[in-house]
């Protein structure tokens, strides 16, 4: 009785998530729409600085309330809900080919926080060598040595690595913890990993490559007031196109002109800001012309598109006991150990994380184990719909594991070669872009990742291995339908389960539109800090990357205007 009790409780949890989600979403618009009457006339003023994005580098708060966003066991909901742009590829030649039209869904946080605010919090600022080959690039003052102050100088490490000072920050804002709770599999793939020769190691210091628990980073504080609701359609100029005015808006229905004195910034993401430039007039100049948007700056924005791609392993069925059950975990007692005392397995992210060297101690590889998988009971119906798993797909492979106590294994391509665009569909600001990744158009992205795959097989989990720990592996199992004749099973497997990492980047890049103080060229007081900045993509989730990049600049900002001052009291006094 008290079992079935249990049962009815959790199900109503988590099937009325969704639905409080919606509920808080149209309750904070309401409560904004409401004070748009009240509030002084955005055009009456005119500000120094007008930063366009609220994501990892443009803001230091969140909009929606911390139970939402600050538990990560829920945080997959916020995917297709109001605070997801909800935007999905362009049919994929190579890859997504189980989805429905050839299109993988691309979630993108739309809240303050941006899409931090719906991932699993995970804290990785990538590998040494990804800063120094910025500055061989030729963006100076990009390398290791000069950003690792501006990553320390954000950070907050509460966790086991508090006592390298070398490497870590204790006084920041961005608070950086040990994962909370961890399933009984954490010490079996630590174990494992121990077994196939990986070091433990602290994956934010120097050396990338080994074993570890995840560090993980939750965000709270009230920094700044923002104008939240606000959809920046475009950026104005002068008369000779060379100095940008301003912003144009879109609140509720209303247009506004919004001007500032010194600089723009946009923080819109990879996705946001080369849109909006390209809206403004600043792009590809025949693209442009195709849309009859008239041509500020001939830049090559929306090139160079990239992103970690991955796949789901499995699922790997599990005993029952080491496995991660929503139903289960969901009680009184988990929601007061996580709201009265922050702990619990409502904290829970990933249960370990490996970064697989392919040459030179630089990784070619990001493993993350999720101790959930997508036939768990009563993900099915959400994780379908997430992913936009076509039916064939889920109802020949997946529908037959439904239920199975099972985990999940993601092995993601870190410097993927395959290049991809951000277009625009139509002139319409307010229309979806063209997202095309292009995954696995270049060969060996597909090689890599099949290398990758046959490691964690064959390798971590052996078969001796995997039976010690109850670890059913996939090749014992059911194989997709569509694959099971193909002499290369994994690579037709992850052409049709193709999934993103959720970390695009490179779109506005250093060098061909940005200088190394993140400036357009062209547009002296106009900036992009995102990871569309990025000229590589950094070798892991690049959240912490755009922190350390927002510090940097932003102190370049802060001096530029001291010295303005100074300049300015100097040349007061020659006056007096």
Known sequence: MLAWLHRIFALSILSSTPLLIHYVAEWNRLHEYFFSFVSSDLTLYKYDYIIVGGGSAGSKQEVIPHFLTGIPAFTPYLQLSPYDWSFETEKQDEACKGMIGN??????????GGTAGMNYMLYVRGN???????????FEGWGYEKVLPYFKKSELQLGRYAHDTKHHGTEGNVPVSDSIYITPMAKVYKELAQLAGLPIRDYNAENQTGFDIPQLTMRNGQI??????????????????????????????????????KEIILSAGAIGSPTILMHSGVGHAQHLKDLNIPLVKDLP??????????????????????????????????????????????????????????????????????????????????MRKTFNIDSTLWDDYFSKLYGLSSISVL??????????????SSSDPLASPLINPNY?????????LIKIIDWVLNVLFDQKKASHHGLKLPQNGSKIPQCAKENNYWECFVRHFSLTMYHPAGTCPM??????????????????????????????????????????????IKESFELELLSKSSLGKEEL
Request: proline fraction near 6%.
């Open 103 to 112: 299109r993988c869904k691309w979630p993108r946080g739309k809240m303050l």
């Open 128 to 138: 040494k060598r990804d800063f120094d080959e910025w500055e061989e690039m030729g």
């Open 224 to 261: 700044l007031k923002i104008l939240t609701y606000s959809h920046v359609t475009k950026l104005l100029f002068d008369d000779n196109k060379k100095i940008v005015t301003g912003v144009e808006l879109l609140r509720f229905g209303k247009t506004y002109n919004v001007s500032a004195s």
């Open 301 to 382: 924005v929306g090139d160079n598109l990239q992103d970690h791609i991955t796949t789901m392993l499995g699922p790997l069925l599990v005993n029952q006991s080491a496995s991660f059950d929503v139903i289960e975990t969901m009680s009184f007692s988990t929601m007061w150990d996580y709201f009265v005392h922050g702990k619990g397995p409502l904290t829970i992210s990933s249960d370990a994380i490996i970064f697989r060297e392919a040459i030179n101690n630089f990784p070619s590889a990001q493993i993350l184990f999720m101790p959930i998988s997508m036939t768990s009971d009563l993900v099915e119906p959400f």
């Open 411 to 424: 092995p993601a391509l870190l410097r993927p070669k395959s290049r991809g665009t951000i277009r625009l």
């Open 440 to 448: 696995l158009s270049h060969p060996q992205d597909i090689q890599d």
């Open 511 to 556: 060098g061909s539109v940005l200088d190394s103080q993140l400036r357009v060229h062209g547009l002296p007081n106009l900036r992009v800090i995102d990871a569309s900045s990025m000229p590589l993509i950094v070798r892991g989730n690049p959240n912490a990357a755009i922190i350390m990049m927002a510090e940097k600049i932003s102190d370049h």
